[in-house]
T-cell receptor, first 112, second 115 residues
Framework: GNSVTQMEGPVTLSEEAFLTINCTYT??????LFWYVQYPGEGLQLLLK?????DKGSNKGFEATYRKETTSFHLEKGSVQVSDSAVYFC???????????FGSGTRLLVRP | GAVVSQHPSWVICKSGTSVKIECRSL??????MFWYRQFPKQSLMLMAT?????????EQGVEKDKFLINHASLTLSTLTVTSAHPEDSSFYIC???????????FGDGTRLSIL
């Protein structure tokens, strides 16, 4: 079945550091891929998405590229801020069911 | 952007009572709404999918008589936790989407604590 694997956290960085959160997936066919962010005590917000191979999703300085050959969708940001501290979820959605399947989440803590 | 409102945001109640959580799409019509449960520091687990006007589809292992879902209109779905017990304490999150190929938009979640 479809699944998503994320790197375990927490990831602790200093402000302005470079961020990478790894995400790989297993899926039949060609899923859509997403990154969601969850701030403390809140629901999830869609951060970015990509619907086909080689697509790059980007938002608020975050980027992720849909790599079919490596079945990956790693999240990157060139310079993190304290306000980026949150839990980040990688997810996929199949073409047939459109249900979201989430990874386990990666907590990011950015220190001033 | 699309807004989903979830109410209440926090509820504490005694064991044995029933609790209703509302999920509303404020600026779009949601043909499908989803209910998730999230345990502390864990990912979201899909509980059920509800389509307006039809019965909800529950994921394996989720008791449909325990977690009653109603999706009576295109802007409102409710989750009722019946005869709640401490093990039902959790963070419940709903999401809504306008069509199959549209992204899900999430509510802010409801923290349920059963004493």
């Amino acid at each position: 079945g479809n699944s998503v694997t994320q790197m375990e956290g927490p990831v602790t960085l200093s402000e302005e550091a470079f961020l990478t959160i790894n995400c790989t997936y297993t899926a039949t066919g060609y899923p859509s891929l997403f990154w969601y962010v969850q701030y403390p005590g809140e629901g999830l917000q869609l951060l970015l998405k990509a619907t086909k191979a080689d697509d790059k999703g980007s938002n608020k300085g975050f980027e992720a590229t849909y790599r079919k050959e490596t079945t990956s969708f790693h999240l990157e940001k060139g310079s993190v801020q304290v306000s980026d501290s949150a839990v980040y979820f990688c997810a996929l959605s199949g073409r047939s069911s459109y249900k979201l399947i989430f990874g386990s989440g990666t907590r990011l803590l950015v220190r001033p | 952007g699309a807004v989903v409102s979830q109410h209440p945001s926090w509820v504490i109640c005694k064991s044995g009572t029933s609790v209703k959580i509302e999920c509303r799409s404020l600026d779009f019509q949601a043909t499908t709404m989803f209910w998730y449960r999230q345990f502390p520091k864990q990912s979201l687990m899909l509980m059920a999918t509800s389509n307006e006007g039809s019965k909800a589809t529950y994921e394996q292992g989720v008791e449909k008589d325990k977690f009653l879902i109603n999706h009576a209109s295109l802007t409102l779905s409710t989750l009722t936790v019946t005869s709640a017990h401490p093990e039902d304490s959790s963070f419940y999150i709903c999401s809504a989407r306008a069509a199959d190929n549209q992204p899900q938009h999430f509510g802010d979640g409801t923290r349920l604590s059963i004493l």
